[in-house]
């Protein structure tokens, strides 16, 4: 008959071999702009090349140099959906979020707010005409509107034989007339492109 002790030894004992296999993960620090392809979809790399390729090209555009001419002040962009219309999930937000900085650090154009962030910073003004004092309170209905919107999608082409895909991704934007709805610009980007070799080995 097994007593107590046998069965806190035996205890103890698949304790230690559980332990023994649990192992931590190894981690290593590289520099954010390292390339590391590790499933072959969209990551990080991505969005820098994307971002700053579709940016340089739509800030060299004739018609935002006419009219910062024309006009005698710099135009006033505003970031609006890019849309995800690939086979794979991506965080377009973050593709945006790069093209933004992008566009206001360039120092060519003026950007406001996003329809998202809006609400919140209306919300304040109203609040302060309430609570601030008459000299620091911000007057309502005194907002910068936006020239043009930049509107996009992320697509993918994926061909494939066997274990071997290519992964081609094609992101769009466009610049657009908020008032007239022409679109002044188009940008395309085909330059991300994979092809991911994958084992026939089934366990």
């Not at 205890?11 to 993960?25: E, H, I, N, R």
């Not at 620090?29 to 820098?48: F, I, Q």
């Not at 004739?62 to 962009?77: A, E, I, K, M």
Request: glycine share 6%; proline share 2%; with cysteine.
């Amino acid at each position: 008959m097994i007593n107590v002790k046998q069965i806190c030894i035996a205890g103890a004992a698949a304790v230690l071999l559980l332990s023994g296999c649990v192992s931590t993960p190894t981690v290593t620090r590289v520099d954010a702009d390292t390339v590391t392809d590790l499933s072959g979809y969209w990551n990080d790399t991505d969005v820098r090349i994307v971002a700053n390729s579709l940016i340089e090209d739509c800030l060299a555009s004739p018609q935002l140099f006419n009219f910062s001419r024309d006009t005698g002040r710099l135009p006033v962009v505003i970031v609006g959906t890019f849309r995800n219309e690939s086979d794979e999930h991506i965080d377009t937000s973050i593709l945006t979020k790069r093209m933004e900085a992008a566009l206001v650090n360039s120092g060519k154009v003026d950007f406001v707010a996003s329809s998202s962030e809006r609400g919140e910073i209306r919300s304040e003004r109203e609040e302060q005409q309430l609570w601030a004092s008459e000299e620091t309170a911000k007057r309502l209905a005194n907002e910068t509107g936006a020239d043009f919107m930049m509107l996009g999608s992320v697509k993918t082409m994926i061909d494939q034989v066997g274990n071997t895909a290519v992964r081609t991704y094609m992101v769009y934007a466009e610049l657009i007339n908020v008032e007239t709805n022409r679109k002044i610009w188009i940008g395309e980007n085909r330059e991300i492109k994979k092809v991911i070799e994958r084992s026939s080995y089934r366990p």
